[in-house]
């Protein structure tokens, strides 16, 4: 069985290009996305909790049924978008590193 080391060693992506990957405005957007769904979903379920205490009691449960709905898609769609970029991602790199590999050879 191989080392972590040695698999990090001959693993194409590094510290610098990771970084810049994080931070590229696709990845970012969904990131932002995420971010803001789990600030919404439970800011929704507070309003939906404490419903009744303002004058109008419908008018509240569609704000915070609205918030928690937008906020629960958005967490969890930014989740799997991002999981799923990722994955494409990493196994586009590493089709294109196997195809420089067998070139070499």
Known sequence: MTDAEDILDDSPAEFDSSFAYALHGEMRRLLVVTVLGTVLYPF?????SERGEIYLP????????ALTVVGAAFLF?????????TIVDANTVAGQTTDEGSEKK
């Open 77 to 85: 769609g930014g989740i799997v978008a991002v999981l799923f970029k």
């Open 44 to 48: 929704g379920l507070q309003i939906l």
């Open 58 to 65: 419908v008018l509240d449960l569609l704000f915070g049924l």
